[in-house]
């Protein structure tokens, strides 16, 4: 696959922000301040460098935990169901992951068609360029595409900050020249993340966006436990969670979102519920 130098920040650092900076996370900043004390604590009693040792590791624990919360807001701000807002009264969000995939995704596209949904693509940037004209073509059907990082690493969660801008820069880079337009959004891979994301995130003017329910749909064979899992309690302002990419396949050979969706379409709308992308919940009509 095509990889993309990292691109320079001069020319987005002077576009209006659509996020506001809201600083350092109180977890961030409350690591920082226990790391203070723990050092002025040494320094003032070396012989009990055991129990410091202990306070730091203690303190990397609890913030490692939370990075495997997905849906958690500890550690800064994070989109787990739509705003409180009358706009989404009435409102879901359908988001798809990990594409765009060269035999499942014009499917799905195709099916949201022949509903009449939007819905909100996270894309790996690395596929993207390897199927361009999937991803305009997720534009042009009036979807929404958003950040799911260059090339979907599994040691994302334990990436520093420079190698996390580096990563998360190139995916906004290649899909604004694939879409047209700088994604707003961006989810962590498998939604796994460490207390440096949120600092980068903000440079980056994105906000964090995970889930309200998921089907587990990459490893998941059976397509009602899939819409179950999607329809258990399902109300509005929630946001749903499926995969055209890595999707797993039914017993029959069918990929899970193609066999689950058509379904989920029709319990949200007998819930009088109406599908809108992550873009159109944030805006005020």
């Known amino acids: 696959m095509k990889q993309l130098s990292t691109p320079t920040h001069g020319a987005a650092a002077n576009r209006p922000r659509r996020w506001p900076r809201t600083g350092y996370p109180a977890m961030l900043s409350a690591t920082i301040a226990w790391h203070v004390v723990v050092l002025a604590g040494w320094l003032a009693r070396p012989s009990a460098w055991p129990w410091w040792l202990a306070?730091?590791?203690?303190?990397?624990?609890?913030?490692?935990?939370?990075?495997?919360?997905?849906?958690?807001?500890?550690?800064?701000?994070?989109?787990?169901?739509?705003?409180?807002?009358?706009?989404?009264?009435?409102?879901?969000?359908?988001?798809?992951?990990?594409?765009?995939?060269?035999?499942?995704?014009?499917?799905?596209?195709?099916?949201?068609?022949?509903?009449?949904?939007?819905?909100?693509?996270?894309?790996?940037?690395?596929?993207?360029?390897?199927?361009?004209?999937?991803?305009?073509?997720?534009?042009?059907?009036?979807?929404?595409?958003?950040?799911h990082s260059q090339v979907h690493v599994h040691t994302f969660s334990v990436t520093f900050p420079g190698a996390l801008t580096r990563e998360i820069a190139a995916a906004q880079h290649t899909f604004e020249q694939l879409g047209g337009e700088r994604p707003m959004f961006f989810r962590a891979p498998a939604g796994l993340r460490n207390i440096f994301l949120e600092p980068v995130l903000q440079k980056l003017d994105l906000r964090l966006a995970s889930w309200t329910r998921r089907g587990y749909d990459t490893r998941e064979r059976d397509p009602h436990a899939v819409v179950r899992r999607l329809l258990d309690g399902l109300a509005a302002r929630d946001i749903l969670l499926l995969h055209d990419g890595n999707a797993a396949l039914t017993a029959e050979g069918k990929p899970l979102i193609l066999a689950a969706l058509p379904r989920v379409i029709d319990a949200a709308r007998q819930h009088k519920l109406r599908f809108v992308t992550l873009r159109e919940a944030r805006a005020e009509p």
């Open 55 to 147: 306070a730091i590791f203690a303190n990397h624990a609890v913030f490692t935990v939370a990075g495997l919360l997905p849906r958690t807001s500890l550690l800064g701000p994070n989109w787990t169901r739509l705003p409180d807002a009358p706009h989404n009264a009435d409102a879901i969000a359908l988001t798809i992951d990990d594409g765009p995939d060269p035999l499942v995704t014009p499917q799905v596209l195709d099916l949201l068609d022949a509903f009449g949904v939007r819905a909100t693509f996270f894309c790996i940037g690395a596929k993207a360029q390897q199927y361009p004209e999937l991803a305009r073509d997720i534009v042009r059907r009036g979807h929404a595409l958003e950040n």
